[in-house]
């Protein structure tokens, strides 16, 4: 792993309380660290912030990742389409922009 990865498994730790060594590649924020609602909104924050990642597209499609807030307890909620992991958190870092692609969308 590069310098901007261990930042970003540094960061994403930190913000999470996880430790560093249980994080992968792979992990994924809403499944497998529980992150969403305001957690889920000022760790994008933080991130867009540390890293100077443009966020306009996942806050146009955040509806896609994570739970509408105040959804109440006790409702079903299937989990969000489309998860995010570390490694899209450091793609995105590296290109400045968030990449994930959503269903209808033109390429840019």
């Known amino acids: ?54 966020l306009a597209r996942l806050w146009q499609h955040w509806h896609h990742h994570f739970a509408p807030e105040g959804i109440f307890q006790g409702l079903p909620f299937r989990g969000p389409e489309i998860e995010i992991t570390v490694q899209d958190l450091i793609d995105s870092a590296h290109a400045g922009r968030w990449l994930k692609r959503y269903r209808g969308e033109l390429s840019d």
């Open 1 to 54: 792993m590069g310098t901007d990865a261990d930042r970003i498994f540094d960061f994403t730790a930190s913000e999470t309380g996880t430790r560093p060594d249980r994080l992968t590649l792979s992990t994924r924020l809403m499944q497998d660290l529980g992150m969403d609602g305001d957690d889920a909104v000022e760790f994008f924050e933080a991130f867009g912030q540390t890293f100077s990642v443009d």
